[in-house]
């Protein structure tokens, strides 16, 4: 006669935590804010081989062949379709001021900044902001979660994960409804940020022992000082700060 | 008159040292940063690539303001003191040829960024503070630029540079202690020096 179900599923729920932990186990210095170490390698693994095959050359050709007014001016377009949705989580976060001086900047470098094309309010003294929703519920006291790594997007904490689903609903590229071109704009996008991490591809090359935790260590402190508007609490206490 | 003209001489050479020695750390980080821009705004073959050249400059300008036995401490956090003073030594040493590998790369990818000097707030008794500086690149959103400071009898050294938010520092706790559990503090020294022979012979 079969075990009833419910004590099956607790067998199984048993001999799930038990291959968990002596997985954990197994690996040394396991960094407690990555569970999810074997998955997010097999992950960054992948992107690293769609990079050198495909996105990266990609990026090579338009930063060689676009004149830098035309990488300016498409990086001020998209940015200032973002500067709407930073206002918006700016207000979210309760800064009032930041949100309004977001506004004004949208006002202005879509009109006199034709399209968004020129960043003519930082030149008036607006100073462009960068805000998420992944920033707003870090800031809201939503804690990180796991950390994953996920193809083509890249890392996220499991709150940015969140915040990434949430910033690409209300994206406007994505809501453009010829196809084709949201598509474009999309891919111009994405190519234009990529270019613009070419001149670190070499020294993360250089730097990092083992790329997959260096980036690892370092979106996790950016993120934390992007909560913190650039000024987090000091993480180095005297006991790990004792030499 | 001779006397006179000596005297004065004497009076300004000191005056000089003076003015050094009271040197408030954000006008260091201000003055090392437009010297060394100055330079590589003018050098094609920084700008083109050339790391041996860049670290050359990276060395004479900025080296003397770095304290990197404090840096090589926080990068190797507390293991540092299970470490004998020549293998101290010998990891402040690989580290910065390692840290001067990377400040030397990131010379030669500048373009058309300038520097803004963000206001920064400490008092006169202060031994240790943060300079905080802003890279503007036309197109991109600006990116924070800090350096840590401490003041050693009288002149201030940088023991830490904060790119948004990430340490170049404290970002190498992880793989450094890591590599410690597992082959000791001379299997770190390996590792670092592995990596500064592999650099520099790929760059010739």
């Known amino acids: 006669m079969k075990p009833p179900f419910s004590r099956r599923l607790v067998a199984c729920a048993c001999a799930a935590t038990m291959l968990a932990v002596s997985g954990c186990a197994t690996v040394d210095h396991r960094d407690p804010a990555d569970p999810f170490e074997g998955f997010n390698r097999a992950m960054f693994a992948v992107n690293e081989g769609l990079d050198t095959v495909a996105i990266k050359p990609v990026a090579k050709g338009y930063d060689a062949v676009a004149p830098l007014p035309v990488k300016v001016a498409v990086g001020n377009f998209f940015g200032n379709i973002w500067d709407s949705w930073t206002a918006i989580n700016n207000l979210l976060q309760g800064k009032g001021g930041d949100a309004l001086s977001d506004v004004g900047r949208v006002l202005i470098n879509s009109t006199v900044g034709i399209g968004g094309a020129f960043d003519v309010a930082s030149e008036m003294g607006l100073t462009k902001h960068s805000e998420e929703f992944g920033q707003t519920l870090g800031k809201w006291g939503v804690p990180d979660g796991p950390y994953f790594y996920w193809p083509f997007i890249g890392p996220r904490t499991t709150r940015d994960t969140f915040g990434w689903l949430v910033d690409t609903y209300y994206d406007p590229v994505w809501r453009v409804d ?36 260096y980036i690892r260590d370092a979106y996790l402190q950016n993120r934390r000082s992007a909560i913190f508007d650039g000024n987090p609490p000091s993480l180095f206490t005297e006991d790990n700060y004792d030499y | 008159m001779k006397y006179l003209l000596a005297w004065l001489f004497g009076v300004f050479s000191l005056l000089g040292s003076a003015v050094a020695l009271e040197r408030s750390p954000d006008a260091l980080v201000q003055q090392v940063t437009d010297d060394v821009l100055t330079i590589v705004r003018q050098d094609k073959d920084i700008q ?73 707030n400490f008092e006169a008794a202060d031994t240790e503070v943060v300079v905080k ?63 500064n022979k592999q650099l520099a012979s790929s760059s010739k």
């Open chain 2, 48 to 120: 083109s690539g050339d790391t041996s050249k860049a670290l050359r400059l990276v060395e004479t300008k900025v080296l003397p303001y770095f304290d990197f036995q404090r840096m090589t401490a926080l990068a190797v956090g507390r293991n540092w003191s299970k470490a004998t003073p020549e293998q101290k030594q010998r990891l402040s040493e690989e580290f910065k040829n390692l840290l001067v590998r990377t400040y030397s790369n990131a010379l030669t990818s500048y373009k058309d960024q300038t520097i803004s000097y963000r206001p920064s």
């Open chain 1, 178 to 213: 010829n196809v084709p071109l949201r598509n474009s704009l999309v891919a111009v996008r994405y190519t234009d940020l990529r270019a613009s991490f070419l001149p670190a591809d070499k020294i993360i090359e250089e730097a990092a022992f083992d790329k997959y935790s």
């Open chain 2, 133 to 195: 500086t802003e890279v503007k690149q036309p197109g991109g959103k600006p990116i924070p630029l800090n350096y840590a400071l401490e003041k050693q009898g009288g002149e201030w050294k940088v023991y830490d540079v904060i790119v948004s938010g990430v340490s170049l520092v404290t970002n190498y706790r992880g793989s450094f202690s890591r590599e410690v559990h597992s082959s000791g503090i001379d299997g770190l020294i390996q590792m670092l020096g592995d990596r």
